[in-house]
């Protein structure tokens, strides 16, 4: 699931907010896991630095990237519960801030997927093959492989 990064408006993030969380609710009721790749702060109280989803609306997420805004860069979530969320629940966690030398996201890429399903700023992408996620807690690192070519990272 991908917000879209070039078309998202701050004003809207409510309504982001509802589009995923319906999307984790169908991808919930076919047992499936994701991928969520968000712009901003995910579940943030302020809906100006993010969107504001509770944990039960993006649980199904297997692993979940935060994106800088296009515009203006926010700091990565800090709360304590979601931190203690991701932990518990084994949940894979990437800030991504090309601008500050944080990583990069193929949004070109990302754009040119067809949708299964889209609502709003919201895309819901199936692929044939899995996505492949590589991470090092330790060294802070990690890579997120298109379906089926080993090569080619979204975040890193």
């Known amino acids: 699931m991908v917000v879209d990064f070039h078309r998202f408006e701050r004003g809207r993030s409510q309504e982001v907010a509802e589009a995923v969380a319906d999307f984790n609710t169908k991808l919930a009721l076919e047992n499936r896991t994701y991928v969520l ?3 901003g702060r995910l579940g943030s109280n302020d809906p100006w630095l993010g969107i504001p989803v509770e944990w039960d609306e993006i649980s199904g997420a297997r692993v ?5 805004f296009r515009d203006f860069r926010v700091t990565p979530s800090q709360g304590s519960h979601f931190f203690q969320n991701l932990m518990a629940f084994q949940v894979g966690y990437f800030t991504v801030n090309p601008d500050a030398g944080e990583g ?15 609502r709003g700023y919201v895309r819901h992408l199936r692929f044939n093959e899995p996505l492949l ?3 090092n807690g330790k060294a802070r690192e990690g890579m997120i492989f298109k379906p089926g070519s080993g090569t080619g990272a979204l975040p890193a």
């Open 133 to 135: 996620v590589v991470m």
């Open 37 to 39: 790749i968000g712009v």
């Open 64 to 68: 979940i990237v935060e994106a800088g």
């Open 104 to 118: 990069s996201i193929d949004w070109a890429w990302l754009t040119a997927q067809p949708a299964a399903e889209e």
